[in-house]
């Protein structure tokens, strides 16, 4: 039964997901929701990963800060109630292209990245997504160049 209630779900084409608040689409919830996702699994949430999410999605999507803001609170909300991030990078995998699925996973290192720690989950799961997405792992590394401006550093020369 569930099965089917998760293809019939992944068959729908994309329109808004429904709350109060405000209707997102349904690609641009599961993207914020894996941000939340990865910004949860190391047991510390915080404002600085709380923000980079929000800045993560405002950069992706083209949003205000008010919207990011609210999309990140829905998206809050929907990955307390699933069980597994399966969904989230299926949608992700069926809407996004290749280049949005990258930007997608630069904003899951700078949400992994906000509180200058790299968690060991953190790592795994962006590994994971990347994998279900297909992306080479040349690509997620070279977003994690993108979302980490440390690794710039220490390539610099020093004098």
Request: proline share 5%.
């Amino acid at each position: 039964m569930l099965t089917k209630a998760i293809r019939e779900l992944l068959a729908k084409r994309p329109g808004p997901a429904p709350g109060p608040e405000r209707p997102f689409e349904i690609q641009k919830l599961a993207a914020a929701a894996l941000m939340v996702e990865c910004a949860r699994i190391d047991g510390a949430f915080g404002e600085k990963e709380r923000d980079a999410i929000c800045h993560a999605v405002r950069e992706a999507f083209a949003l205000d800060r008010e919207t990011a803001e609210i999309l990140v609170g829905v998206a809050e909300k929907h990955e307390d109630e699933m069980w597994d991030n399966w969904l989230f990078t299926e949608t992700i995998k069926r809407h996004f292209d290749r280049d949005e699925q990258l930007e997608i996973v630069r904003g899951l290192w700078k949400v992994a990245l906000a509180d200058q720690e790299l968690h060991p989950f953190e790592e795994r799961l962006i590994a994971r997504v990347a994998r279900e997405l297909g992306l080479s792992e040349e690509a997620v590394a070279q977003s994690r160049e993108q979302a980490d401006p440390r690794i710039g550093e220490e390539k610099e020369p020093r004098g």
